[in-house]
């Protein structure tokens, strides 16, 4: 495991993130043994929200840190502001009611690095920054950042911060993975993934922000869960949000190559293509969703696998050989 740290946060950071979504209060045991095996392979750094499993995932993973004894070792990311069906919930009473949840389901009175789960680009960033640094400097967040917020929102509320002598925006949390997306699969995502997001992953590149990438391997898309002869034969049991994101054919043509070039290195698919991502220009923390003890040890393996300049190009497509 490779790990680096985060301008705030006194703790060192696995560069790969373990998710907590699969979690679930009925199987605890199951749970607690992924999240043991994670532990025992090196990840320190755990992916947390308000929304997942309508708190039931923050339950059994604060249970898990209560009984190992490990809270103070542990990097947890927590999320607000998920938007519902009746309103877009990027407020400061929505940051403190879902913060104040989360705390009291996961057993403990701060989280690490609190992100924005959403963005409203009709609120003022300005009274956002203000009642971030009321819970940092009340204690209950040692760091916060954005999901799915672009640059040019972070840049205008790390602007608010300088100009008033706040605590700005640490980190990012965009889609990034080498698959791109041709449309979102869920309201208020953003990505950076592709050609097209070049300048976005610059201005990353420029202020060498943290990025905790979430769909690192797009969905499964690029661990081998899809195939052309399952795309051309079953394109329904896919399910429509992988077909409408990654269903293309430059991503296929992207999973060729990693499929092949994996072969010849002797690992898997899915090491391959996240080993890509870690390889990147940018300073990445990559979120993973192993659901298996299996799957989550083979992950922490990534950092064995070498790819090279021309590697990494030619697997994006960028040139013909390598």
Request: glycine share 6%; proline share 3%; hydrophobic share 40%.
């Given at each position: 495991m490779e790990y680096a740290r985060i301008k705030g946060i006194d703790k060192k950071v696995s560069r790969l993130v373990q998710g907590t979504i699969m979690l679930t209060e009925k199987e605890t045991e199951k749970g607690f043994e992924l999240l043991d095996t994670a532990w025992e392979a090196g990840y320190n750094a755990f992916d947390t929200a308000a929304l997942y499993g309508g708190g039931t995932c923050e339950r059994v993973f604060g249970a898990w840190?209560?009984?190992?004894?490990?809270?103070?070792?542990?990097?947890?990311?927590?999320?607000?502001?998920?938007?519902?069906?009746?309103?877009?919930?990027?407020?400061?009473?929505?940051?403190?009611?879902?913060?104040?949840?989360?705390?009291?389901?996961?057993r403990t009175d701060y989280v690490d690095l609190h992100l924005l789960h959403r963005d409203d680009a009709a609120v003022e960033v300005g009274p956002i920054v203000d009642a971030?640094?009321?819970?940092?400097?009340?204690?209950?967040?040692?760091?916060?950042?954005?999901?799915?917020?672009s640059p040019e929102r972070i840049e205008e509320a790390n602007e608010y911060a300088d100009k008033n002598g706040l605590v700005?925006?640490?980190?990012?949390?965009?889609?990034?993975?080498?698959?791109?997306?041709?449309?979102?699969?869920?309201e208020g995502c953003l990505s950076i993934s592709g050609p097209s997001h070049e300048q976005d992953r610059a201005w990353y590149r420029q202020q060498d922000m943290p990025l905790f990438t979430w769909s690192s391997l797009a969905n499964g898309f690029m661990a081998g869960r899809v195939s052309r002869e399952i795309f051309a034969s079953k394109p329904k049991s896919l399910g429509q949000?992988?077909?409408?994101?990654?269903?293309?054919e430059d991503n296929?043509?992207?999973?060729?190559?990693?499929?092949?070039?994996?072969?010849?290195?002797?690992?898997?698919?899915?090491?391959l293509a996240l080993s890509w991502v870690l390889h990147q220009d940018l300073n990445v923390f990559a979120l993973v969703g192993p659901l298996t003890p299996a799957e989550c040890r083979a992950n922490a393996e990534v950092f064995e696998v070498a790819l090279s300049a021309p590697e990494l190009e030619w697997l994006d497509l960028g040139r013909d050989s390598r």
């Open positions: 840190m209560e009984a190992r004894g490990v809270r103070e070792q542990t990097f947890v990311i927590g999320k607000s502001c998920h938007h519902n069906g009746d309103r877009r919930r990027v407020t400061s009473f929505d940051i403190a009611a879902d913060l104040h949840d989360s705390l009291a389901r996961q971030l640094n009321e819970h940092v400097d009340a204690g209950r967040m040692r760091a916060f950042g954005g999901s799915n917020w700005p925006f640490t980190a990012s949390s965009p889609n990034f993975s080498l698959a791109a997306q041709a449309q979102v699969p869920w949000m992988m077909l409408d994101t990654y269903c293309h296929f043509n992207r999973l060729d190559r990693v499929q092949g070039l994996a072969a010849e290195k002797e690992v898997s698919i899915a090491q």
